[in-house]
T-cell receptor, first 118, second 116 residues
């Protein structure tokens, strides 16, 4: 069975601080996909990144960076120089390899509420 | 805008009632997923349809059912509603690019259901 653990529930930082959101996952599959989604106060779920299990390269996109380490089953998300607009709930999610041409479901962590104060 | 539409945006109803939530996937997407976000359970997968057929089931109650129509839109039916069914219900869709590739799930804006 798949499981995603986001041990941090709430994080509060002051603008311009760096913040790292932790994600630990469990799966028996050798091929799987990891994701981060953002849910701003308006409620929609915004896709941020997908990572394949066979690609451990870290990724940077502007102020966002992701550190994927299979050895520790972690997929952590760092926001550099945080801004008030980064305030949201962030979800880490896991999906198994697709079956018969259709994607598998997403298993989400409980989410981390990030508050960035001016 | 993800391209996935959900109606209605808000729904307020009473216990014991039945409601239908509607989802239109992105153009050409064959897969539709339903997720429930509640304070107690977090974000959890309910059910998946692929090209009109049920593909996978999650923690979906027997009082809930879904279907995907030939035009690929989907409906989630919730009956004998209880207070605990109050939640945000998301629909997501994904394309089909064939074996060996992963297709992102794009989420609709959600339907907020309040059961009084």
């Amino acid at each position: 069975a798949q499981k995603v653990t986001q041990a941090q529930t709430e994080i509060s930082v002051v603008e311009k601080e760096d913040v790292t959101l932790d994600c630990v996952y469990e799966t028996r599959d050798t091929t799987y996909y990891l994701f981060w989604y953002k849910q701003p106060p308006s409620g929609e779920l915004v896709f941020l990144i997908r990572r394949n299990s066979f690609d451990e390269q870290n990724e940077i996109s502007g102020r966002y960076s992701w550190n994927f380490q299979k050895s520790t089953s972690s997929f952590n998300f760092t926001i550099t120089a945080s801004q008030v607009v980064d305030s949201a709930v962030y979800f880490c999610a896991l999906s198994e390899a697709q079956v018969g041409g259709a994607n598998s479901k997403l298993t989400f962590g409980k989410g981390i509420t990030l508050s960035v104060r001016p | 805008d993800s391209g996935v539409t959900q109606t209605p945006k808000h729904l307020i109803t009473a216990t014991g009632q039945r409601v239908t939530l509607r989802c239109s996937p992105r153009s050409g997407d064959l897969s539709v997923y339903w997720y429930q976000q509640s304070l107690d359970q977090g974000l959890q997968f309910l059910i998946q349809y692929y090209n009109g057929e049920e593909r996978a089931k999650g923690n979906i109650l027997e009082r809930f059912s879904a279907q995907q129509f030939p035009d690929l839109h989907s409906e989630l039916n919730l009956s004998s509603l209880e207070l605990g069914d109050s939640a945000l219900y998301f629909c997501a869709s994904s394309a089909n690019r064939g074996e060996g590739s992963y297709n992102e799930q794009f989420f609709g804006p959600g339907t907020r259901l309040t059961v009084l």
